[in-house]
């Protein structure tokens, strides 16, 4: 069975439970700065499960994109992926475990025709805050799986959210594939990671509230979130220990390697699967407006996915441009399903052609130019020089003092040390090959260049900006669209009086290209070919104000998208949109309105409720873009 198989499989499968299909939304998420990319098919339905009415119903079904990157050390195995589709049913508010487990079931075995005696299940084994998922082990024994292949597992295994730190969330219930067949009474279990089974489903049960003093109230509205990978189930249904043998999804592009490198998959699959996973990851964020020169962080990742594949294709003596001839691969494989990437293909394999380019040329000639300054001095810098100058950043990134950092390097060391500190400041601010720098160092410092110390400085540097990025994104959903928070409520309809502004101050061509909110600021990108004047802010604000002192009422109608096209309203991420939309307006939705806009989301009910705005401040963000910040005032 091909991935398209299952796709087709499970979409028909849930229509005939009465479920709608709706379209993937995008990998960066519009209006929602509770996590960097969409990671998972839930983060598009936040809203949608904090008790928004969604336009196509209670049921749904998608396969939604998806792009992790806090695992990306990971890729190079078997499994793991930073781009992936993520298939998903879901009951918002309708049915429940029963339905949603008999139907998992139904579908694994009848639909799939995997063998009832190889699926294994985990369920949520209960503490403090909830019970014991005892329901849920009772219904998987009635529809056939045996005592023995329940387990139960904590809450860190078994318990999805809450996406913030309050809000929706609940048990879920994994299934596993038993891919390494053996017989009853192995020590290795589910959730072991002992290569005996693979998870190839989970339905979430999100029945709870986590209020803020951390209590685990009982939903009024209980909802169904799933989740089925389409890699690890269709590598499963062929039989396959590694998703990059499927075939239909990594057959042309391992392939296409294979045959510029000259060598064979076998023996080299670590390097094959970070080149064609990156590869896939970078055509796929490259269909979202994304300025990959800029120093914005959407860019930043896509030259360190293109690095980083360029890195891999060193151990297979690949010397010539060749990742523009694999995205190429990549659209044709896709573009059936996803017509965006044959849309923007021209886009596409000219950022990552210019970002190879620049990879190239400071990688193949690291030496033309004198090296940096900094490096250049190594060999006439003193100890004290040097700890000095480390003192400042080490502090900002570490927290601590440079001096116990190094007390036990000798001198003969401290100079690589500190020039590892520098390869890392290269890397993640001009994107610069750790190669580069080493290659300078050494030329700079020639017999004193400890090689082994220059390394794990830094590694040091680059795992605590890990740890910290990790961190600030497990933060990212607090005060975001995942816990509705006020503050956000009012930015995100604040949005719509922004963008309707722009395009009365400054012209029909201003059309939203991205936003972001959380609780203390608003966000907004717009193409527009300059900075604003003084007296346009002005007016902007003002005209914003203006209507949050009118407080016009803001109201929503569920309609076709033809029909809301046809109504006026603006829809400027078209490829997300379903058949059915929900239209905001701002004013009279009949008569005088000062707003209309598809969306979804969290609103307020008058322009009145927000308050007073002000535009803080702007930049030029790429050709032809801009970007605004706004902040609530109080009066």
């Given at each position: 069975?091909?991935?398209?198989?299952?796709?087709?499989?499970?979409?028909?499968?849930?229509?005939?439970?009465?479920?709608?299909?709706?379209?993937?939304?995008?990998?960066?998420?519009?209006?929602?700065?509770?996590?960097?990319?969409?990671?998972?098919?839930?983060?598009?339905?936040?809203?949608?499960?904090?008790?928004?009415?969604?336009?196509?119903?209670?049921?749904?079904?998608?396969?939604?994109?998806?792009?992790?990157?806090?695992?990306?050390?990971?890729?190079?195995?078997?499994?793991?992926?930073?781009?992936?589709?993520?298939?998903?049913?879901?009951?918002?508010?309708?049915?429940?475990?029963?339905?949603?487990?008999?139907?998992?079931?139904?579908?694994?075995?009848?639909?799939?025709?995997?063998?009832?005696?190889?699926?294994?299940?985990?369920?949520?084994?209960?503490?403090?805050?909830?019970?014991?998922?005892?329901?849920?082990?009772?219904?998987?024994?009635?529809?056939?799986?045996?005592?023995?292949?329940i387990i139960f597992l904590p809450k860190k295994d078994n318990w999805w959210g809450p996406a913030g730190e309050t809000g929706p969330c609940g048990p879920d219930s994994e299934m596993y594939y038993e891919v390494v067949f053996k017989p009853h009474g192995s020590d290795c279990h589910p959730g072991d990671n002992?290569?005996?089974?693979?998870?190839?489903?989970?339905?979430?049960?999100?029945?709870?509230?986590?209020?803020?003093?951390?209590?685990?109230?009982?939903?009024?509205?209980?909802?169904?979130?799933?989740?089925?990978?389409?890699?690890?189930?269709?590598?499963?249904?062929?039989?396959?220990?590694?998703?990059?043998?499927?075939?239909?999804?990594?057959?042309?592009?391992?392939?296409?390697?294979?045959?510029?490198?000259?060598?064979?998959?076998?023996?080299?699959?670590?390097?094959?699967?970070?080149?064609?996973?990156?590869?896939?990851?970078?055509?796929?964020?490259?269909?979202?407006?994304?300025?990959?020169?800029?120093?914005?962080?959407?860019?930043?990742?896509?030259?360190?996915?293109?690095?980083?594949?360029?890195?891999?294709?060193r151990s297979l003596g690949i010397s010539t441009k060749f990742l523009p001839q694999l995205a190429s691969v990549v659209i044709t494989n896709y573009k059936d399903r996803y017509s965006i990437l044959d849309k923007r293909s021209p886009e596409i394999l000219n950022a990552i052609s210019s970002v190879e380019s620049?990879?190239?040329?400071?990688?193949?000639?690291?030496?033309?130019?004198?090296?940096?300054?900094?490096?250049?001095?190594?060999?006439?810098?003193?100890?004290?020089?040097?700890?000095?100058?480390?003192?400042?950043?080490?502090?900002?990134?570490?927290?601590?003092?440079?001096?116990?950092?190094?007390?036990?390097?000798?001198?003969?060391?401290?100079?690589?040390?500190?020039?590892?500190?520098?390869?890392?400041?290269?890397?993640?601010?001009?994107?610069?090959?750790?190669?580069?720098?080493?290659?300078?160092?050494?030329?700079?410092?020639?017999?004193?260049?400890?090689?082994?110390?220059?390394?794990?400085?830094?590694?040091?540097?680059?795992?605590?900006?890990?740890?910290?990025?990790?961190?600030?994104?497990?933060?990212?959903?607090?005060?975001?669209?995942?816990?509705?928070?006020?503050?956000?409520?009012?930015?995100?309809?604040?949005?719509?009086?922004?963008?309707?502004?722009?395009?009365?101050?400054?012209?029909?061509?201003?059309?939203?290209?991205?936003?972001?909110?959380?609780?203390?600021?608003?966000?907004?990108?717009?193409?527009?070919?300059?900075?604003?004047?003084?007296?346009?802010?002005?007016?902007?604000?003002?005209?914003?104000?203006?209507?949050?002192?009118?407080?016009?009422?803001?109201?929503?109608?569920?309609?076709?998208?033809?029909?809301?096209?046809?109504?006026?309203?603006?829809?400027?991420?078209?490829?997300?949109?379903?058949?059915?939309?929900?239209?905001?307006?701002?004013?009279?939705?009949?008569?005088?309105?000062?707003?209309?806009?598809?969306?979804?989301?969290?609103?307020?009910?008058?322009?009145?409720?927000?308050?007073?705005?002000?535009?803080?401040?702007?930049?030029?963000?790429?050709?032809?873009?801009?970007?605004?910040?706004?902040?609530?005032?109080?009066?």
């Amino acid at each position: 069975m091909t991935s398209r198989d299952l796709i087709e499989k499970y979409f028909q499968f849930f229509k005939d439970k009465g479920h709608i299909i709706i379209p993937s939304a995008p990998l960066i998420p519009e209006n929602d700065p509770s996590v960097l990319f969409t990671t998972a098919g839930m983060h598009p339905l936040v809203p949608y499960l904090l008790g928004e009415e969604h336009p196509a119903g209670k049921r749904l079904v998608d396969n939604q994109l998806c792009l992790r990157t806090d695992d990306i050390d990971e890729v190079g195995d078997a499994f793991h992926h930073t781009f992936f589709e993520m298939l998903g049913n879901w009951s918002l508010g309708d049915y429940w475990k029963e339905d949603a487990i008999n139907w998992s079931y139904e579908f694994l075995t009848k639909e799939l025709g995997l063998d009832p005696k190889r699926i294994w299940v985990s369920c949520f084994e209960g503490d403090a805050d909830a019970p014991k998922d005892t329901e849920s082990s009772e219904i998987w024994e009635k529809v056939g799986i045996p005592k023995e292949r329940i387990i139960f597992l904590p809450k860190k295994d078994n318990w999805w959210g809450p996406a913030g730190e309050t809000g929706p969330c609940g048990p879920d219930s994994e299934m596993y594939y038993e891919v390494v067949f053996k017989p009853h009474g192995s020590d290795c279990h589910p959730g072991d990671n002992c290569g005996r089974f693979v998870e190839i489903w989970n339905d979430v049960f999100m029945q709870y509230n986590k209020t803020k003093d951390g209590k685990f109230i009982p939903l009024k509205n209980k909802n169904v979130d799933t989740g089925m990978g389409v890699d690890r189930t269709t590598a499963v249904l062929q039989g396959l220990d590694d998703d990059y043998k499927v075939s239909d999804l990594w057959g042309d592009i391992i392939e296409k390697i294979e045959e510029i490198s000259g060598k064979k998959y076998e023996g080299n699959e670590r390097a094959f699967r970070i080149i064609a996973d990156h590869i896939r990851a970078a055509t796929f964020l490259l269909t979202e407006d994304i300025q990959i020169a800029s120093s914005d962080k959407y860019g930043s990742i896509v030259r360190k996915l293109i690095d980083r594949a360029l890195t891999e294709s060193r151990s297979l003596g690949i010397s010539t441009k060749f990742l523009p001839q694999l995205a190429s691969v990549v659209i044709t494989n896709y573009k059936d399903r996803y017509s965006i990437l044959d849309k923007r293909s021209p886009e596409i394999l000219n950022a990552i052609s210019s970002v190879e380019s620049r990879v190239e040329e400071i990688l193949t000639t690291p030496s033309r130019e004198a090296p940096p300054e900094e490096i250049a001095n190594l060999p006439n810098m003193s100890d004290d020089d040097i700890i000095n100058k480390m003192r400042e950043p080490y502090q900002k990134l570490f927290g601590g003092k440079v001096e116990e950092y190094i007390k036990n390097i000798g001198s003969d060391s401290l100079s690589s040390v500190y020039a590892g500190s520098l390869a890392f400041e290269a890397k993640t601010t001009e994107g610069r090959p750790v190669l580069s720098v080493e290659i300078d160092a050494r030329d700079s410092l020639s017999n004193k260049f400890n090689k082994e110390e220059f390394y794990k400085s830094f590694n040091d540097y680059l795992e605590q900006h890990k740890k910290i990025s990790r961190e600030a994104g497990e933060k990212l959903f607090k005060g975001g669209l995942a816990d509705n928070s006020e503050e956000v409520t009012k930015f995100h309809t604040t949005t719509h009086l922004l963008h309707a502004s722009l395009r009365k101050i400054l012209g029909e061509h201003v059309s939203q290209k991205g936003s972001n909110i959380t609780s203390e600021r608003l966000r907004f990108d717009f193409s527009h070919r300059q900075k604003l004047t003084d007296e346009e802010m002005k007016k902007v604000g003002d005209l914003i104000n203006e209507q949050i002192k009118n407080d016009l009422p803001v109201t929503f109608e569920t309609k076709s998208l033809d029909e809301a096209i046809k109504d006026g309203a603006l829809h400027f991420f078209a490829e997300k949109y379903g058949d059915i939309v929900k239209v905001y307006s701002i004013g009279d939705p009949k008569g005088d309105w000062f707003s209309k806009e598809v969306c979804g989301g969290p609103h307020v009910t008058h322009t009145g409720e927000i308050g007073r705005v002000r535009i803080k401040k702007q930049e030029k963000i790429g050709s032809g873009l801009m970007r605004v910040y706004l902040i609530l005032e109080n009066e």
